[in-house]
């Protein structure tokens, strides 16, 4: 959606986990083909992410909180690292960041220049309001249930799809992160994808 001023309007949603903060928006947007200027984007990130730079990225703190956070949760973040870190490791691995879709490619913007992930839910699907479950391992669910397992892409009932023309757009904080970069995070995507 626009909202005055061409910003996002961001909202609060509940938490059930102590210290965790779970923020959205809305932006009117529906997949496709990113423009040249978004894959120019991801170029030049994947060029300031060199090996050195990788190396140092997950002893940043942020990088720092999301580990911890992972852990009390239950989950090993060696095997599933937190979204900044799982997209470092993408490039690492794939030499660089190729493009896979305006939506994609607005999350993986966001999330690298934040440290925070940004996930993708089809805002229409979503009824009432957003929260995180304390579920092992945790979820953000909305009134009828889970949508999403925390830092991943939703499950079907929330996916994005041909027909999706409004995204919600949803980040969140662990212990450790300020919330001014959850919302930047959410600034990003929304400005990338409007």
Same mark, same amino acid.
């Given at each position: 959606?626009?909202?005055?001023?061409?910003?996002?309007?961001?909202?609060?949603?509940?938490?059930?986990?102590? #210290?965790?903060?779970?923020?959205?928006?809305?932006?009117?947007?529906?997949? #496709?083909?990113?423009?040249?200027?978004?894959?120019?984007?991801?170029?030049? =990130?994947?060029?300031? =992410?060199?090996?050195?730079?990788?190396?140092?990225? %997950?002893?940043?703190?942020?990088?720092?909180?999301? %580990?911890?956070?992972?852990?009390?949760?239950? @989950?090993?973040?060696?095997?599933?690292?937190?979204?900044?870190?799982?997209?470092? =490791?993408?490039?690492?691995?794939?030499?660089?960041?190729?493009?896979? *879709?305006?939506?994609?490619?607005?999350?993986? @913007?966001?999330?690298?220049?934040?440290?925070?992930?940004?996930?993708?839910?089809?805002?229409? &699907? @979503?009824? #009432?309001?957003?929260?995180?479950?304390?579920?092992?391992?945790?979820?953000?669910?909305?009134? %009828?249930?889970?949508?999403?397992?925390?830092?991943?892409?939703?499950?079907?009932?929330?996916?994005?799809?041909?027909?999706?023309?409004?995204?919600?757009?949803?980040?969140?904080?662990?212990? *450790?992160?300020?919330?001014?970069?959850?919302?930047?995070?959410?600034?990003? &995507?929304?400005?990338?994808?409007?």
């Amino acid at each position: 959606m626009r909202y005055a001023g061409d910003e996002p309007e961001v909202r609060t949603g509940r938490s059930a986990l102590a #210290g965790v903060a779970l923020l959205w928006t809305v932006v009117q947007a529906r997949p #496709g083909a990113s423009p040249p200027e978004v894959r120019q984007r991801l170029r030049a =990130l994947a060029d300031r =992410l060199g090996g050195a730079q990788a190396r140092e990225f %997950r002893h940043g703190d942020l990088a720092h909180a999301y %580990r911890v956070f992972l852990r009390r949760a239950g @989950i090993d973040p060696d095997a599933e690292p937190p979204p900044a870190e799982a997209l470092v =490791l993408r490039r690492m691995r794939e030499g660089g960041l190729r493009s896979r *879709g305006n939506v994609a490619d607005a999350l993986v @913007i966001a999330t690298l220049d934040t440290g925070v992930g940004v996930v993708a839910l089809d805002a229409d &699907a @979503i009824v #009432g309001a957003l929260a995180v479950e304390a579920t092992a391992p945790p979820v953000v669910a909305d009134e %009828r249930g889970p949508l999403a397992v925390l830092f991943e892409p939703p499950g079907s009932r929330a996916a994005l799809s041909a027909a999706t023309r409004r995204i919600a757009l949803v980040a969140v904080g662990v212990p *450790g992160v300020p919330r001014l970069s959850v919302e930047e995070a959410l600034w990003t &995507a929304w400005d990338t994808l409007a």
